[in-house]
């Protein structure tokens, strides 16, 4: 908890291409591109393990 205030980056991860589409869509019309992202499961897992 004491690197919280440092986290710079924040990732929504679902599991429906659906969901995912709209997350990024609203992502993108907020203007969070810089601070948020939205991923897939599979995608997520996938960069964990590189």
Excluded: F, W
Excluded at 8 to 20: A, E, F
């Amino acid at each position: 908890m004491i690197n919280y205030p440092e986290i710079t980056k924040i990732i929504s991860v679902t599991t429906t291409p659906g969901c995912l589409l709209q997350m990024q869509l609203g992502i993108e019309r907020e203007g969070l591109s810089g601070k948020m992202r939205g991923d897939h499961i599979e995608d997520l897992l996938a960069e964990a393990v590189k």
